[in-house]
């Protein structure tokens, strides 16, 4: 609930933008701004405004590649013990999901963070426990800080982590669609800072505001782009001073540095990205489970999937179309039956559209 002061700044940042007289297309890359937005209906508001915000590739589950589910389907099938977070268990893959297998007998543990995955090494030394790490720079760290302690010698990581700056390239270079200014989120930008950006709004001429979770904060970063926009200027703002700097977390970013490697690899709905993921460096590749088990994976590394029949995830995730707009929503794709990972994910846009606009 907003108090009195807060409705009135609200108020006043809407009139401010209302004045503007503007007909804007933004993106922002978080499914915590999405969720923020639609619930309140704050995209309603602005878009009265002339402002429309779409998702982009804010979702890590969204984006994660068909190949890389049937990665850890095969070892699933293999007898490995799989780990992941609840929402990734649940994606459908090219021929099954890993709740699926798990309803097939095989092993597979929902884990709150990569820690629950090694006592569960730790615990079962017979057992060959894979962990597959799924984030952006906010999950990162702790991946690597785990690997940093010398793990149990039974435990790996399938590394499924990326990097958003290379996304935000890659979605201007595409040029599909015209983006007039990037909100970015906060909880990446508390790693890395807002140094990373810069390079957008100097190279394409595109303002950036990182904004916090509450609707002040999305209203207020609207209005700060607009005002960019107004007076013929780009350059990456900071709306959420109180938890990011620009240096951002610099011993998190060590971290990361210092157990991967930059690599080119393809997130849903989009070819590949360079420098857009991350690998394990040589010291860690008893721990990277591409490595450790090559012979079980060799075969797919050439094999391409298609997305599930229908599915126009990819075009969402692109900022493409709604997701209204895909034929498949509310019919055959709902979170009891989901056909994309866009309906699975508690950050994913069809998700988060169809739990708010029912209401």
């Known amino acids: 609930m907003f108090s009195l002061r807060d409705k009135n700044l609200a108020e006043d940042i809407v009139s401010q933008i209302k004045k503007a007289e503007v007909h804007l297309k933004f993106m922002h890359v978080c499914g915590t701004h999405q969720d923020t937005l ?13 402002l429309e915000i779409g998702q982009g590739p804010g979702c890590p589950v969204c984006v994660t590649t068909p190949k890389e589910i049937e990665e850890v389907i095969v070892l699933a099938k293999d007898g490995k013990t799989i780990a992941s977070f609840g929402d990734m268990i649940r994606v459908p893959g090219a021929s099954s999901s890993l709740q699926q297998m798990k309803g097939e007998g095989c092993d597979i543990r929902t884990v709150y963070s990569i820690e629950d995955s090694v006592v569960l090494a730790e615990k079962h030394k017979d057992k060959e426990v894979v962990f597959m790490a799924v984030g952006f720079e906010t ?96 350059i990456v703002e900071n709306e959420y001073s109180r938890a990011v700097d620009k240096g951002g977390n610099q011993k998190a970013q060590q971290v990361i540095k210092q157990v991967f490697e930059p690599m080119d690899v393809k997130w849903r709905g989009f070819p590949i990205i360079p420098h857009s993921g991350l690998m394990l460096r040589e010291k860690y590749a008893s721990y990277d ?7 079980e994976l060799g075969w797919l590394a050439e094999k391409e999937f298609a997305e599930p029949a229908g599915c126009l995830c990819g075009d969402v995730l692109r900022g493409l179309i709604s997701s209204k707009e895909c034929p498949l929503f509310r019919h055959q794709c709902t979170p009891e039956t989901p056909v994309g990972p866009c309906m699975v994910s508690s950050e994913g846009n069809c998700y988060i559209e169809y739990l708010y606009s029912k209401k």
């Open 38 to 50: 639609v619930k309140h209906g704050l995209d309603v508001l602005l878009q009265k405004c002339g």
């Open 139 to 234: 999950t990162a760290p702790t991946t690597a800080s785990v690997l940093l302690r010398d793990p149990p010698s039974n435990f790996s990581v399938l590394c499924c982590h990326r990097l958003i700056p290379p996304a935000l390239q890659a979605i201007l270079d595409m040029g599909e669609i015209k983006i007039d200014g990037f909100i970015e989120p906060g909880h990446v930008s508390t790693i890395i800072g807002a140094k990373p950006y810069e390079f957008i709004s100097k190279d394409y001429h595109v303002p950036q505001v990182i904004a916090g979770f509450e609707p002040l904060d999305l209203l207020m970063a609207s209005w700060m782009l607009v005002r960019q926009i107004q007076q013929g200027t780009a």
């Open 289 to 295: 489970a591409r490595k450790r088990y090559e012979d």
